[in-house]
């Protein structure tokens, strides 16, 4: 089957196109397997003729942002990896009043979606812009940040909550601005997991404000992650899903606890290894890859935690993770 779209990519790509190329050194979690074809977009029309060549090839693909929040298998990924290295960020317009020391104006952001977010939270909190700043620190691009409705809860915020508009591109090859609405966004979910879009950049409508306050929320978030979250190591974040009030209630979990965390220190995982991965003895809801971690020690230490978690409080939890590629 790889021979059939073979031709078509280099033909469409060209030089750029790259064989066998390790994926690890391309993740927060520094694991998995080969892509079988690699394209580096480093522009929008870039990224969008690497969409549409490995749909007329008929190739399977799949895009790289941050490469956070993801697990490739040990064998690697069959098709095309598009590495999603766009990077703009412009302010668009104003909206509001525009007299002096006014903070009453909204003023609209566009990223692109390959944009690191910690990049775009820094540019708008040095151009006195709030509805970002608890963000600092996430992990990811600006494209996996809209997927997954990325959040913080110290203060809470989504990123979703920040969204103005954003052009995707479709499964029909059709470039399209679409609402906030359009994403109907939840806890870690966008409607973009089910309908196959692809966000190629997106417009944030953020609020005027002091920039001194805002860099005291942005890092009072960087400090409670430093003192909560595992530093310095090999991850892809959070682990599991918090799980609902409705399960906690369900379930009795102490103290209706909705933290998968707590839940997974509490079933006596944490610090729990296979192989090189270890579930974080800082944060229970933290794998990480100790130096040489395979993403089949990770999957037994996933399994090993749900199981552990479902016998002790009766809840399975949902993994927040995702695995990609063959295993």
Known sequence: MEQLYRAKLKEILGAKLKEQEPLAPYTTFKIGGPADFFYDAKTKDELVLAIKAAREAQSPFFILGGGTNILI????????????????????????SMEPGSNKRTVFVEADSGVPINKLVRFTIEEGLSGLEMQLGLPGSVGGAVYMNSKWTKPEGYVGDAVYQATILTPDNTIKEVSKEYFDFAYDFSTIQKTGDIVLSVVFALLQDDKERLWAIANSSIAYRRGSQPQGVFSAGCTFKNISKVQALTAA??????SAGFLVDNAGLKGATVGDAEISPVHANFIVNRRHAKASDVVELIERARTAVKDKFGVVLEEEIRKVGEF
């Open 253 to 258: 979990t102490p103290g209706l606890t909705t």
């Open 73 to 96: 298998g040990d064998r690697g990924i069959r098709g095309l990896v598009i590495k999603n290295s766009t990077q703009n960020i412009a302010i668009r317009g104003v909206r509001g």
